[in-house]
Structure formats: C-alpha cells, structure tokens
C-alpha cells in the first residue's frame, strides 16, 4: 500500500520533472520514505574473495536503514545462478546486484530484470551486453591497472637499486591471469635494472605456487622479488622461501586480492611475512552508494562504469587495515 | 511373457493394498504436495498476492529442474535394474560442447546436430553399458570412468574454453531457431526447456509401463537370475537403459546449450547426484525391482520447489543442503520399512 503511494508521488514527481526534461529515472519506484529490498546474485560463494565481498556488501547495507540485502548464491551453476534472478524477479525486489558466474549464459535473465523495470548493476565481472543499455553499471576493478601498481612499488621503492624478479601467473586461460602479468611487466619497466627472470602459471593454488618457486629459487638464488597474481600463491611462495632457507625480508614478497582475515594478505604484510598485497575491490560500498543514487534519490542516469581503484597494502598501513 | 516377469507384477499389485506401500509408491507426489502447501503458507505476499503461487514462479520452478528432470527420468531406467549411472552431469557437459561446437564452426544445421548429439550420448551410454556387462564390472566403477572420460572429452572438443554462441546467418553462427530453447511461450510463461522435460518425462512413462521393455526393465532389476532363465535379454536391457540415460543426457546437454547459448566443459558438475536424489526420493528401490516414473519426476519438481521457497523467504543456501539431506534420509528410510514388512511376511 505504502509502495503504492510513493509509487504514486514518484509518478507525480516525474510527471513534473517530464515538463523540463525528457529524462526518467532509473528506478520505476524511488524516494527516501520507502524501503527497497536489493538482491545480490553472487557467482560462487565457496571462493574466500566472494565471501569478502558479500562481507563488505552487507556491512555497506546494513548502513542504510532502507535497504535490505538479500544474498543469493549461485554456487558456480549457471542453471542455479539463472533460477535465482528469476526468483529475484518474481519477488520484485527493487533492485538488483550480480556478479555472473560466467557472461553469455547469465545474459538473458539480465535482459529479462531489465525489461521487467529492475535496474541491474554488475558487480566485478560483465555479462555480454552494453552498459548503460542493456545493464544499468558496471561496477569493479581494474586488473591491468591493479597490476602496474605493484610493478611501479617494485620498481620505485623496494628495489630502486634493480635486481632479479620472479612472477607467479595465475590460470593462463583467465583473463584476469593474462592482464594481471601484463600489467606487472609494464609497472617495473619504468625501472631498466630490473630484470622479469621466471614467470611461471601456478593457476592461482597455493601448492602450485610453492613447487614453481622453489624451483626458481633454484635457478635463480638472486630473486629478490616476487610478484605473485593472487594472495593465495604468495602465501605459498613465501613457504618456497623459507624452505630455500630465506628468512622473512630476505625475498619481497608482493601478493594481490589483500583479503582480510587470518589467511589474507592484509595479515601477511602486517606480520612482515610480505612485503606488499595490492588489493582487488569489492566494489562493495560503491554499489551501495549507487544504489542509494537510484532508489534514494531518484537518479535520472548513473556513472555505467565505474572503475574502484586499488589500495596497496604496505607496512605503513597493514596494522591499520586489519582493525578494519 | 515369461514366468518371472508375470511373477513380479502381481507382486507389485499385492504391495499395493499396504497403506505404507502406497505411501512410500506415492511418497515424492505427497511430499510435493506437502512442499506446495508450505510453500503457499511461508511465501511472501505482495499486495496479496502469493508469490510462491503466481504462475511466472512455477514457471521458474520448472524450468531450473528440467535439465537435472531429464537426466532422472533416464536414471530411474538404469536404477530400476539396480544399476547407477554417475557419467550423466559430464555427459551433459561434453553434450553441450559438442552442440556449441557444431552449431558455430560445422554449419551441419539445426535438426542434423540435435540428432547427431543425442545419438553420441546414447552412443557413450551404450559404450559403458557393454563394457559393464561384457566384462562384469560394476556400473559404479564404469560409469565412474565415464564421468572422467566424458569430462576430459569436453576439455579437449572445447580446447579449455567456453565456447559461446551466436545466432544468425552465415559462418560461425548458430541458427536463430536454436535459441527457442532459452525462451518462455504461451503468453512468456511456459519455458521451451520445462516442455522438452514434459515429452521425456511421457514418452518415458509410456516405454515403462506399457510396452514389454519396460516389464524387462523391471524383472531384470527385481531377480536377474530369474529373469534370464525365463528368457528375458537381460544384457540387451542393461545395455538399453545406459544408452537411455546417455541419450537423455544429451537431450539435457543440447538444453542447456540452448538455454544458455554456451557450451562448457566444467558445467553440470553434480547433476548426477541430484538426479540420483530425484529418483530415491521418488520411491524408486536403489536395490532395483521397484520404482515409478511419476515419483520421480514428482521428486525433482519437489527439490526445486524447495529450493524456491527458502530463496523466495531469504534463507541461507546451507539450509537447503540440510534439508535435501534430511529429505533423502527420509526416503530411504520409509522404503527400508517396507522392505523389512514385505521380508516378514
């Protein structure tokens, strides 16, 4: 009933904004007074950094006293993960989050919220279509950019004087395996003493990480530096290190993702176990934020990617962030 | 017919009269009717209305359980001759690759690839009922083996990648009829995938009950011995229902390539154990000789509409395992009863 009304304001509201401009907005129920019930549609929660940003979704939410979050998990199953949206739009739910387990199969029941009214923001990874039209925003980060940040803070401050540097890839297939090396060769290049001498795929597996690292260590004592694409392969380079006999310092170690918790990378660099993690946002808070633009205050258009910046993780401010 | 199988059936007819008998025959129909009724009572409501009710929901509920409803109709063949299939969810995938493969870069066409990748599932689930019989290998072992060989067939078809399709005309596309399967008709609310469940599901109650296969089928399962001293093919019939429930797994593949306009080796990963779930649940002995179609189908609609409900009210993932586990349990146990009082008398 109370829907109604605000339904019924809004349309006035928008009835009145239609005689200067074209524009409507993007919500088809919006305003202060109401509460608004967001779905989020997250591709697999058995992966530590899904689980991190249904964490910092739901702490962003819970910040609104109008939201209410509801977190559906698609398991690593397009079929369970199409179902879901389908359930989010029966229920109606005023707005929708997703991270799609994987792009073309999840692209219909995309189009279908849309053209059911439910703005769809996509969250860290895109489906096929365009957004702004066929998606409301993307909202995530960037890997290359990511990448090049850590390559930089190698080059500039941990080793100015150059050195030899070991790269850990994550799956070669993946996109985020291929764009993460890339764009750690392009950070150091800015530094010409410094020499890329392994780069080796460790599919993102701690284990994996080890067996490579070792084996580099083996053909390159001299490394002192190691990048590796995720914090899960540092932690294991870093027990490839100790097994060579190097203490902690001895090798810096750089990891990515900068999880929280006792497993993460934000504790590793705390502890000085690491030298550096650079983390990969959530995109959690901005979502939200976005979210408050449109159901809120009832936005006519929304930035439709927006791009979360890295933080890198360093001594400096590791002991900080883990209060958080 | 032969003497044991005429045996078997008023066997079934005197099971009949047992009240427990029907409950546990009719268990997955009383269970989806008692999962309907809290579905009605616990769904939310908006503006008075029943969401768990409204027509676009069942719609949702059947299309997300016709691909694993499919292969469970193939797997109640397999078990009612006390047998298991654990290849299907690979098969499935393999299926899928082979239908976005051929449909992107072969331009073989519509009904010649839907043909030709029902017949290599049926094929594959020949394949191992053969070696199963010919060397007297436990399906569990050899279905086992499947499982990896079909996935590692879908690897290497797909070369590590998903493979995507497109639709329209000419080279590398698909045709746009395809995409049929991805779509809802008669008034957008009836899904193409939940349709394909429906005509597998009937033509596989009528091949059952009515034709001599399906009385095969269930005096291979009741007494092997018996029944191929009374002359039943009883290798013929066991390596029937693996290409049934191969062929089937293909029909899904083909489904959920069209349903999701890809096809992907790491996909239908566990399918096999929720048909198998279906299929116990839906009254069908694992111990063979026994078992219905009607419970089975029943069985998959009944976990989806589950799975719905707690969705529908918000409830944690976990909670669904705990309850499909607790529901599995059930089953078994209601059918260990009635073989216990069959025993004593």
């Known amino acids: 009933m109370r829907r109604t009304t605000t339904a019924l304001i809004a349309g006035a509201s928008a009835l009145a904004l239609s005689a200067s401009t074209a524009a409507a907005h993007i919500a088809k129920a919006c305003g202060k007074n109401d509460n608004y019930v967001i779905g989020f549609s997250q591709a697999n929660n058995a992966e530590p950094y899904r689980q991190h940003v249904n964490d910092q979704l739901t702490a962003a939410a819970k910040k609104v006293p109008q939201f209410t979050l509801q977190i559906a998990d698609g398991a690593g199953n397009v079929n369970t993960q199409t179902s879901q949206m389908d359930n989010f739009i029966t229920q109606k739910v005023d707005l929708i989050l997703i991270s799609p387990f994987e792009a073309a199969p999840l692209t219909p029941v995309i189009a279908r919220a849309m053209k059911a009214g439910i703005p769809v923001i996509e969250l860290d990874r895109k489906s096929l279509g365009e957004p702004g039209k066929d998606y409301t925003a993307f909202i995530g980060g960037d890997n290359f950019k990511i990448a090049v940040e850590a390559g930089k803070y190698v080059a500039d401050k941990l080793l100015p004087e150059g050195g030899e540097v070991a790269v850990l890839e994550g799956l070669p297939s993946s996109t985020p395996a291929v764009e993460r090396l890339n764009g750690f060769k392009d950070g150091v290049k800015g530094n010409s003493k410094i020499q890329v001498v392994a780069e080796q795929a460790a599919d993102w597996l701690p284990d994996k990480a080890q067996t490579a690292f070792a084996a580099m260590l083996q053909a390159h004592p001299n490394i002192k530096a190691v990048y590796a694409s995720n914090d899960m392969m540092a932690a294991g380079a870093r027990l490839a290190a100790k097994g060579a006999g190097k203490k902690d310092g001895d090798i810096k170690i750089l990891g990515t993702d900068g999880l929280p918790g006792p497993a993460g990378g934000i504790r590793a660099v705390a502890q000085g176990e690491w030298a550096a993690t650079f983390t990969y946002p959530t995109g959690g808070p901005e979502a939200i934020e976005m979210a408050k633009k449109i159901l809120l205050d009832c936005a006519d258009s929304v930035d439709t990617v927006v791009t979360v910046p890295t933080t890198a993780i360093t001594p400096d401010n590791a002991k900080a962030m883990m209060g958080n | ?345």
Do not use: W
Not at chain 2, 41 to 51: A, K, N, T, Y
């Open chain 2, 1 to 345: 017919m032969t003497q044991a199988v005429r045996e078997s059936l008023p066997a079934s007819a005197r099971r009949r009269l047992d009240p427990l008998s029907v409950a546990v025959r009719f268990q997955s129909v009383i269970g989806l009717i008692v999962v309907a009724i809290g579905g009605v009572i616990f769904s939310p409501r908006r503006h008075g209305v029943i969401l768990f009710l409204q027509p676009d929901n069942m719609a949702n509920i059947v299309r997300a359980v016709s691909e694993t409803g499919i292969i469970a109709v193939g797997m109640t063949f397999v078990i009612i001759t006390a047998g298991i299939d654990l290849s299907v969810g690979a098969l499935l995938s393999l299926s899928s690759v082979l239908t976005a493969t051929i449909m992107t870069t072969a331009g073989l066409g519509l009904i010649p690839t839907v043909l030709f990748v029902m017949a290599c599932g049926a094929a594959f689930g020949a394949a191992q009922g053969l070696i199963s019989t010919r060397f007297r290998l436990e399906p569990f072992i050899v279905t086992l083996a499947g499982l990896q060989v079909a996935r590692g067939l879908a690897l290497v078809i797909s070369n590590n990648q998903y493979i995507n399709i497109s639709y329209g005309d000419g080279p590398g596309l698909a045709p746009p009829s395809f995409a049929i399967l991805g779509d809802r008709l008669f008034d957008n609310v009836v899904p193409v995938a939940t349709l394909v469940f429906v005509v597998v599901a009937v033509v596989a109650v009528f091949m059952l009950n009515f034709t001599r296969f399906g009385r095969y089928v269930f005096a291979v399962g009741g007494n092997e011995r018996a029944a191929r001293l009374s002359g039943v093919p009883v290798t013929m019939v066991k390596v029937s229902v693996y290409a049934i429930t191969g062929f089937v797994s293909g029909i899904a593949g083909i489904v959920h390539a069209g349903q999701f306009n890809f096809g992907s080796a790491n996909d239908g990963t566990g399918y096999e154990l929720t048909a198998i779930a279906s299929v116990v649940i839906g009254g069908t002995s694992l111990f063979g000789g026994a078992g219905s179609l009607i419970g089975t189908v029943a069985g998959a609609v009944m976990l989806g509409a589950l799975a719905n409900i707690l969705q529908l009210n918000n409830i944690n993932a976990a909670l669904q395992l705990l309850a499909t586990g607790a529901i599995i349990v059930l089953a078994a146990v209601l059918q260990s009863l009635v073989r216990r009082r069959e025993g004593f008398r």
